[in-house]
T-cell receptor, first 113, second 114 residues
Framework: GDSVTQMEGPVTLSEEAFLTINCTYTATGYPSLFWYVQYPGEGLQLLLKATKADDKGSNKGFEATYRKETTSFHLEKGSVQVSDSAVYFCALSFYNQGGKLIFGQGTELSVKP | SAVISQKPSRDICQRGTSLTIQCQVDSQVTMMFWYRQQPGQSLTLIATANQGSEATYESGFVIDKFPISRPNLTFSTLTVSNLSPEDSSIYLC???????????FGQGTRLTVV
């Protein structure tokens, strides 16, 4: 079945460090891909998305490129801040299934000043 | 965007009892989704609730344990029945916007079973 695999956490970085969180997927067909973020004490919110191969999603300095050949959607940010500390979830969805999401296991990021 | 109101936000329940979670959306949607997030874990889809028909459950989830109602296009409830400590989780409802091409989530219900 369809699945998403994320890099294990927790990840601890110093402020201004470079961030990569790996995400790969297994799916029959070509899903849309998403990164969701869950800040401490808050609900889940969309960070960025890509709907087709080679699309790059970006938001708040984060980027991820939909790579069909490697079935990957790695999240990157050039310089993290303490406020980026959160749990990050990679997910996929097929619109013909109504938009239900399959999530990766989540990666907890902690950024130290 | 879609605004989702979910309640209660948290509850502590005795084992063997049930908890019903309500989800209200500010616009009409065809499908609503219910997810479970166990402590330290990812989100797992429980079921898809369609208005006017039976909910569709994912593997490992059954209607007797997680009955769902969907009386109209803006509202749904999830009941977690015969509670055990293993049911302690965060439960979230969600809708998908075809216009925004993204899913929106309620704030979640944190359930603790004692």
């Amino acid at each position: 079945g369809d699945s998403v695999t994320q890099m294990e956490g927790p990840v601890t970085l110093s402020e201004e460090a470079f961030l990569t969180i790996n995400c790969t997927y297994t799916a029959t067909g070509y899903p849309s891909l998403f990164w969701y973020v869950q800040y401490p004490g808050e609900g889940l919110q969309l960070l960025l998305k890509a709907t087709k191969a080679d699309d790059k999603g970006s938001n708040k300095g984060f980027e991820a490129t939909y790579r069909k050949e490697t079935t990957s959607f790695h999240l990157e940010k050039g310089s993290v801040q303490v406020s980026d500390s959160a749990v990050y979830f990679c997910a996929l969805s097929f619109y013909n299934q109504g938009g239900k999401l399959i999530f990766g296991q989540g990666t907890e990021l902690s950024v130290k000043p | 965007s879609a605004v989702i109101s979910q309640k209660p936000s948290r509850d502590i329940c005795q084992r063997g009892t049930s908890l019903t979670i309500q989800c209200q959306v500010d616009s009409q949607v065809t499908m609503m989704f219910w997810y479970r997030q166990q402590p330290g874990q990812s989100l797992t889809l429980i079921a898809t609730a369609n208005q006017g028909s039976e909910a569709t459950y994912e593997s490992g989830f059954v209607i007797d344990k997680f009955p769902i109602s969907r009386p109209n296009l803006t509202f749904s409830t999830l009941t977690v029945s015969n509670l055990s400590p293993e049911d302690s989780s965060i439960y979230l409802c969600s809708v998908f916007s075809t216009g925004f091409l993204e899913a929106f989530f309620g704030q979640g219900t944190r359930l603790t079973v004692v």
